[in-house]
């Protein structure tokens, strides 16, 4: 029996570090350019290279594990190299691409490693299909999930990353959409810098630090995000530095610190977005005049927007705790909506007030600025401000049997009646 | 013997009041320290700044480029000492004495591609491995124009 059991133990540990026969660097050096390689299933260590347009096609139980802490597999100067289909890991980075033109990297996992993919330099890239996840550890320890610095055209869609510094990291990038992707408890969801022509749709991102940081980025679209459970002490659902623009629209942004921020920006189109239980839905310093929210809803946020001096403009928004009326029946309040707070002001300067933002204090300091603000004409005024979030008229519908045989009622009491009196 | 006494205990109160007062580097916290010009939370540690105000207060700071910013913003009058790390030794260092270099493919934070050292020949190693920059000193940070440059 107990024979039995060390063989057992023997085989379970054994096969942890048996590594394959198949000689992947030879592989790729004898094969021509645009050939595939298949790289049978089994574990390979080593540091491989790519010097050439190949394809590497693994399949499930094809995992490359890198050595030292060099990256596990690089690709450089050359053009249309695919890769897909394989595992990867290792201490360090697991694919470090640099002066490619035409990378295609798809159904690829890496598991604890420290940086997923590191590109450099590179045009007319897709990353699809990527399973990132990093070491446990705190995110100041970690690389990146997928970092793109100083390239061109690139479409980053359908990635799952999770513990990892940044999710996505773009820097000095041209032309670039990151669509339908998930990153979780990382610091940033999608980290922008430096970019221009950007686009980030259909992404989910949930519990990091910030969901998506623009910074000093221009022309940039972010739409159908969702952006959800940013609730550290300093998380925002996005938060744009020196961006220009920018527009957001149909975005989910719900349980976060901050909704959206704008901090040294111009020109925001912020329409459409559900802004949902957000501590404070919108914030905005030193941002420019034609900064605008329209035809957003807001729902269950503690404070709806806050800003400095400058302020920016709100147009036509829906707001839960609006109170005035509707006389003229156009969907549209008859009174402005003053989204003005004295704590929101001070919370700008001072975030630490957070933790007192729905005390009694805060409360009655609220109630009290609702009212003394109603003389306010300017600074975060929504002079338009929707009733409901959908508003459908009714139109006055005549239903011709209900009026006639009212009319006939009527006519017959007053004929009873009349008949009554002269009798 | 009082009027001794009360002699003594305020010409101690006066020495104290007019010592200098000294400002000490604090570590980073990664989880709650944000860059106070960009916001971003400090991870990079071998790039990052501080100033310790003389209210008592620190700000930090990612790269030395915010430094920069905040003290243009803000005047050095508020500021009781200001640092950097020496991106070689991971160590604080005071921003006046610092050297520093420049070259536009060094990455830094905010890719400013400037970074700190204690003295000319730590500055001179790095530059043998990381490629060669521009020397600067803490004056020349006054008229550098922040920014990536192509």
């Known amino acids: ?423 | 013997m009082k009027k001794w006494l009360m002699s003594v205990l305020l010409c101690c109160g006066v020495l104290v009041g007019c010592s200098e007062k000294t400002y000490e580097p604090r570590e980073i916290v990664s989880e709650t320290d944000v860059c106070k010009i960009c916001n971003m939370s400090i991870v990079h540690n071998a790039y990052a700044g501080q100033i310790a105000l003389k209210n008592g207060d620190y700000e930090m700071f990612d790269d030395i480029g915010c430094l920069m910013e905040y003290m243009k913003a803000n005047g050095e009058d508020v500021v009781g000492a200001a640092y950097i790390k020496d991106a070689a030794k991971n160590e604080w260092i005071d921003v006046i004495n610092a050297v520093y270099v420049y070259n536009k493919d060094y990455w830094t934070p905010m890719n400013y591609g400037v970074v700190a050292f204690d003295s000319k020949e730590a500055a001179q190693e790095w530059m043998t491995t990381e490629g060669e920059g521009q020397l600067l000193d803490y004056k020349d940070l006054h008229d550098f124009k922040w920014g990536i440059h192509k």
Request: glycine share 6%; aromatic share 8%.
């Open chain 1, 1 to 423: 029996m107990k024979k039995i059991g060390m063989a057992l133990l023997f085989f379970l540990f054994m096969s942890q570090t048996v590594y394959a026969d198949f000689d992947v660097q030879e592989a790729i050096n004898v094969a021509k350019p645009g050939e595939i390689v298949h790289i049978p299933a089994g574990r390979y260590r080593g540091n491989f290279i790519v010097t050439k347009p190949i394809t590497l096609q693994g399949e499930e139980g094809t995992e490359l594990i890198g050595e030292s802490d060099k990256p596990a597999l690089r690709i450089e100067n050359t053009t249309n190299v695919s890769v897909e289909n394989i595992t990867l890991s290792g201490k360090s980075k697991a694919i470090v691409v640099s002066n490619v033109d035409g990378l295609k990297l798809r159904k690829l996992q890496m598991k604890d490693v420290h940086t997923g993919v590191h590109i450099q330099r590179c045009k007319n890239v897709r990353i699809q299909e990527i399973n990132v996840t990093g070491i446990e550890d705190h995110y100041s320890q970690k690389g990146n999930g997928l970092a793109v610095y100083k390239s061109e055209d690139i479409t980053i869609e359908g990635n799952t990353i999770e513990q990892v510094q940044d999710g996505i990291y773009v820097e000095e990038v041209k032309r670039i959409v990151v669509q339908r992707n998930k990153v979780t408890s990382s610091r940033y969801g999608t980290h922008l810098m430096y970019t221009s022509d950007a686009k980030a749709l259909f992404n989910t991102y949930v519990h990091n630090v910030t969901g998506l940081m623009i910074m000093m980025t221009t022309d940039i679209l972010l739409e159908n995000n969702t952006i959800a459970n940013h609730f550290d002490f300093n998380g925002y659902g996005m938060l744009l530095f020196d961006v220009q623009q920018a527009k957001i629209k149909h975005n989910t942004i719900k349980n976060n610190r901050t909704g959206v921020a704008m901090q040294k920006s111009s020109t925001i189109q912020i329409e459409t977005n559900d802004f949902q239980m957000n501590q404070t839905a919108l914030e905005g310093t030193k941002v420019s005049n034609d900064t605008l929210a329209s035809s957003n809803n807001f729902t269950g946020n503690i404070l709806t927007a806050r800003s400095d001096q400058q302020g920016f403009q709100l147009k036509n928004n829906y707001y839960d705790d609006y109170s005035g009326i509707d006389l003229k029946d156009n969907g549209v309040g008859d009174i402005p909506y003053v989204a003005v707070s004295s704590f929101g002001q001070w919370m700008v300067r001072q975030p630490v007030y957070q933790y007192f933002v729905a005390s009694p204090s805060v409360l009655l300091l609220t109630s009290l600025d609702q009212q003394i603000n109603k003389t306010e004409k300017n600074m975060l005024v929504d002079h338009t401000p929707k009733l409901a979030m959908k508003y459908v008229q009714e139109k006055n519908k005549m239903n011709v049997v209900q009026m006639l045989v009212g009319l006939f009622l009527a006519l017959s009491s007053l004929w009873l009646w009349k008949r009554g009196i002269t009798e």
